[in-house]
């Protein structure tokens, strides 16, 4: 479906392509020129290659549309069994932004995991992995609150790995348990067998979840593990789409629509920085906001490749400093290292100032920015958990000893969190 959303936006927007062609910025800033576009001299040949790709991707998504129809029957038991989404268009993003988007073939799977019967195993555990920000906590959250999940089980249990032996025998309910464990790092394979051998005593029909990025984590399970990455181009491009324009039809505003696939390339499947970019894109459809929001994150990924040679997204999941253009948040200052973190308890300095991310790159209010160290919470989800995510933004002279020149490697940065 999503593919098939992707191809006729594409059409649609080719009459539109010249307005979208990159323009004409100051990297040190987010205005954009008086002469905002160039007229790209390929423009041409450009075009003729990108129809020749769109007819390619047409024909696919016909056939696949003809595939189904051929199947009609067993395509229909099929959507039998799939959630059912919003038929209003103009306030999908209200549906959209208040429940979990995709991941109807995940919840599936660990649904039968913990409705399962007849385990295998005396104890049960299933891996979840996946990288910073793809959505499994809310997943599972997603999956725990499901009514039969929640009558299936006489107990429903939340810990991270420092929490592992802080849990005694008797502080076990009679009844089948479930058990969610969240890692942020390695687990010791001695402390994790002192861990299952603690919880066997749970009754028959209790089963683990271990949510974690690392792939390692995947030797702890008894079944196949559940790995979660980014939406596709496709379905980042459609959530996308529907968060920006809100309620406003996007045929109305042609010139936008054009956009949504260059933000969507730029932000590299990050579903939180979607959202933030969202919220503030909503608020506004003047192109010449749209644009500068386009400008600024491509800067800021323009900048963080060539000095940290990764994209940001990456960077943060990794743990890395990140650099923001000053432009883009409003600082005087011309860049500013952020730190991640995923929770308001995981940053230390809980006096420093408070800002949102999304108040700052909508300007509104004009918000000027402390002079020194202060927390940015790039988003605080409205969905299970409510994961809050935040990030220490420290001035140029607390960053003394980062050492932001370092090229980026593959070792996670001690001690910090994301």
């Given at each position: 479906?999503?593919?098939g959303?992707?191809?006729?936006?594409?059409?649609?927007?080719?009459k539109?392509?010249?307005f979208?062609?990159?323009?004409?910025?100051?990297?040190?800033?987010?205005?954009?020129?008086?002469?905002?576009?160039?007229?790209?001299?390929?423009?041409d040949?450009?075009?003729?290659?990108?129809?020749?790709?769109?007819?390619?991707?047409?024909?696919?998504?016909?056939?696949?549309?003809?595939?189904?129809?051929?199947?009609?029957?067993?395509?229909?038991?099929?959507?039998?069994g799939c959630?059912?989404?919003s038929?209003?268009?103009?306030?999908?993003?209200?549906?959209?932004?208040?429940?979990?988007?995709?991941?109807?073939?995940?919840?599936?799977?660990?649904?039968?995991?913990?409705?399962?019967?007849?385990?295998?195993a005396?104890?049960?555990?299933?891996?979840?992995?996946?990288?910073?920000?793809?959505?499994?906590?809310?997943?599972?959250?997603?999956?725990c609150?499901?009514?039969r999940v929640?009558?299936?089980?006489?107990?429903?249990?939340?810990?991270?790995?420092?929490?592992?032996?802080?849990?005694?025998?008797?502080?076990w309910?009679?009844?089948?348990?479930?058990?969610?464990?969240?890692?942020?790092?390695?687990?010791?394979?001695?402390d994790?067998?002192?861990?299952?051998?603690?919880?066997?005593?749970?009754?028959?029909?209790?089963?683990v979840?271990?949510?974690?990025?690392?792939?390692?984590?995947?030797?702890?399970?008894?079944?196949?593990?559940?790995s979660?990455?980014?939406?596709?181009?496709?379905?980042?491009?459609?959530?996308?789409?529907?968060?920006?324009f809100?309620?406003?039809?996007?045929?109305?505003?042609?010139?936008?629509?054009?956009?949504v696939?260059?933000?969507?390339?730029?932000?590299?499947?990050?579903?939180?920085?979607?959202?933030?970019?969202?919220?503030?894109?909503?608020?506004?459809?003047?192109?010449?906001?749209?644009?500068?929001?386009?400008n600024?994150?491509r800067?800021?990924?323009k900048?963080?490749?060539?000095?940290?040679?990764?994209?940001?997204h990456?960077?943060?999941?990794?743990?890395?400093?990140?650099?923001?253009?000053?432009?883009y948040?409003?600082?005087?200052?011309?860049?500013?290292?952020?730190k991640?973190?995923?929770?308001?308890?995981?940053?230390?300095?809980?006096?420093?100032?408070?800002?949102?991310?999304?108040?700052?790159?909508?300007?509104?209010?004009?918000?000027?920015?402390?002079?020194?160290?202060?927390?940015?919470?790039?988003?605080?989800s409205?969905?299970?958990?409510?994961?809050?995510?935040?990030?220490?933004?420290?001035?140029?002279?607390?960053?003394?000893?980062?050492?932001?020149?370092?090229?980026?490697?593959?070792?996670?940065r001690?001690?910090?969190?994301?």
């Amino acid at each position: 479906m999503y593919r098939g959303h992707h191809v006729l936006d594409t059409i649609r927007s080719m009459k539109h392509r010249e307005f979208s062609e990159e323009p004409v910025w100051d990297s040190s800033a987010l205005s954009v020129s008086s002469t905002p576009y160039k007229r790209s001299r390929t423009i041409d040949s450009s075009r003729a290659t990108d129809m020749v790709m769109i007819n390619s991707e047409l024909q696919s998504a016909l056939q696949n549309l003809e595939a189904g129809v051929a199947n009609m029957v067993e395509f229909t038991v099929l959507l039998g069994g799939c959630e059912r989404i919003s038929r209003r268009p103009y306030d999908a993003y209200l549906y959209i932004d208040n429940f979990m988007f995709g991941r109807h073939v995940e919840k599936q799977k660990i649904m039968r995991f913990l409705l399962e019967h007849n385990s295998p195993a005396p104890l049960s555990v299933l891996p979840v992995i996946g990288g910073n920000g793809v959505g499994k906590k809310t997943l599972v959250a997603r999956v725990c609150d499901d009514e039969r999940v929640r009558s299936h089980f006489s107990m429903v249990l939340h810990l991270n790995g420092d929490d592992l032996f802080r849990i005694t025998d008797h502080e076990w309910m009679s009844g089948k348990t479930l058990v969610v464990i969240e890692f942020a790092s390695d687990v010791d394979e001695d402390d994790w067998a002192t861990f299952h051998r603690s919880i066997t005593n749970m009754d028959r029909g209790s089963k683990v979840i271990i949510l974690g990025r690392n792939a390692s984590l995947e030797k702890f399970g008894t079944v196949k593990p559940i790995s979660l990455s980014c939406l596709s181009l496709e379905e980042f491009s459609y959530l996308f789409k529907t968060l920006s324009f809100g309620s406003a039809d996007p045929t109305d505003h042609p010139h936008l629509a054009a956009l949504v696939e260059k933000f969507a390339t730029v932000l590299g499947g990050s579903l939180i920085s979607a959202n933030v970019l969202a919220d503030a894109l909503r608020k506004n459809l003047s192109a010449h906001f749209w644009l500068s929001l386009l400008n600024g994150a491509r800067d800021s990924v323009k900048k963080n490749n060539t000095r940290f040679g990764a994209h940001p997204h990456e960077l943060f999941s990794r743990g890395h400093p990140v650099h923001l253009i000053g432009g883009y948040i409003l600082s005087p200052v011309p860049s500013r290292i952020v730190k991640s973190a995923n929770s308001m308890t995981n940053v230390p300095e809980e006096g420093l100032p408070r800002i949102m991310f999304g108040d700052l790159i909508a300007r509104e209010g004009h918000v000027v920015l402390p002079r020194g160290d202060f927390r940015l919470i790039s988003w605080e989800s409205r969905l299970p958990p409510y994961t809050s995510f935040v990030h220490l933004v420290r001035s140029a002279s607390s960053c003394v000893d980062d050492k932001p020149e370092t090229p980026l490697s593959g070792k996670k940065r001690t001690g910090l969190f994301t």
